[in-house]
């Protein structure tokens, strides 16, 4: 039985915590770190739990089904699980979450030195695409590529960026805006969604999965066993990562009260911290931490399209990565425009298909559990995903006037009370007679 060393999976562990380290994870934090303010505590926490939390979970139920996207849906039938899957992987595949690993390292880490450029923008993108087709051709290689030589590269660059954080703040914590005045936890919760780290983490499962057995692991045991410790490692790592970055937002208010983005606090901090060096540090940071992210999505992506069409893999990555290259060009404010009514749809299905999973072994027959409260939770996300995209006049009043509706949580309550009447029901009808003959 082959097991792995200890250096092997501790590179397991960082391959998987720079899988997840992307665009939004460095983007996002400061910028809801500078508006939580003096309740930057509770925020994190909230953040924590969709942005941590939620893809480490994600990570254990695709470890215990033993499989992926695919085997995690299977209770809703096949079409609703295809469907699923397709939209969670085009999501966080071509149409938006790899597109934005380009454009946000672009946005942070090379306009300080090359200005808004479209010409700029082209340029680094294609370079940026042609390194990720070459990582992602020969996918089973990825644990040496990403986890042990380009990963401990990018922790020494966040080591260095998270302590000046801490022990050198741009000044003292600044006051809430009036969207975390009053809902803190809430607000850090729906932040913690624009990572996509919970899409993402549906998808990683196999790549972890597929890194494991490429060093010759076959014990499904052990497949799982090492996925649960890649998972956790990568939890700590980016928790690390959150809070340190949340404490130099709420700390930049008078230094970049005027930034519009995540990337903006970055780049005032480190310029005002480091001064040029700075930029140049901030460049490798997110750079790094965005390619890692992109040959993880597009390998993931790549192997499905290519079992789900019966294509080879090659080709499907090489359209994929072209069709990125021009979604990218878009540019990172259009992009986060889009994708965000698009990830409020999405995420109550994956909260409430990896809950369901992490549970099944409550339910006599997962298909009558699974089938009500993903359909409800699909009527809620379409709700959610419509109010988001500014169609609000398009949505019943009734659905505005649930509890937490105005934070984008009205699915929840609905759910709930679907579960409970679905695990009821189950309980009462007892086995299949499939399952009893």
Known sequence: MTR????????????TFALFLGAGNIIFPPSAGMAAGENLAQAAIGFLLTGVGLPLL???????????????????GRFAGVALAVAVYLAIGPLFATPRTA???FEVGIVPFTGESATALFAYTTAYFAAVL?????????????????????????LVLGCAALFAPAGDIGVSTSEYRNAALTQGFLQGYLTMDALGALVFGIVIATAIRDRGVSEPSLITR??????????????????????LGATSQELAGDAQNGGQIL????????????????????????LTTGVGLMAACGEFFSDLLKVPYKPVVIVLTL????????????LIAVSVPVLVGLY??????????????????????????????????????????????????????????????????????????????????????????
């Open 4 to 15: 792995l060393k200890s250096l092997d999976l501790l590179a397991l562990g960082f391959m």
């Open 58 to 76: 994600t990570v254990v139920a695709l470890a215990r089904v033993g499989g992926g996207l695919p085997t995690l849906t299977a209770p809703i």
């Open 103 to 105: 454009v946000a390292s």
């Open 134 to 158: 070459f990582l992602v051709l020969n996918p089973g290689q990825l644990l040496d590529r990403v986890g042990k030589i380009i990963t401990p590269v990018l922790i020494a660059a966040l």
């Open 226 to 247: 090492y996925s649960v410790i890649a998972g956790i490692i990568a939890a700590i790592g980016l928790s690390l990562v959150y809070l340190s970055l949340f404490y």
């Open 267 to 290: 780049t005032a901090y480190v310029q005002h911290t480091f001064g040029s060096a700075g930029i140049v540090l901030l460049a490798v940071v997110i750079t790094l931490a965005c």
């Open 323 to 334: 069709f990125s290259l021009a979604v990218s060009n878009q540019g990172l404010t259009q």
């Open 348 to 437: 109550p299905l994956a909260i409430v298909l990896v809950a369901l999973s992490l549970a099944d072994r409550l339910w006599v027959s997962s298909s009558r559990v699974f089938v009500p409260v993903m359909a409800v939770a699909l009527v809620f996300g379409v709700v959610d995903g419509l109010a988001a995209a500014g169609f609000s006049q398009l949505v019943p009043d009734l659905f505005g006037r649930l509890p937490l509706a105005g934070q984008s949580l009205g699915w929840l309550v609905p759910v709930l009370v679907t579960l409970a009447l679905a695990a009821t029901v189950d309980r009462a009808l007892g086995k299949p007679q499939a399952q009893l003959a």
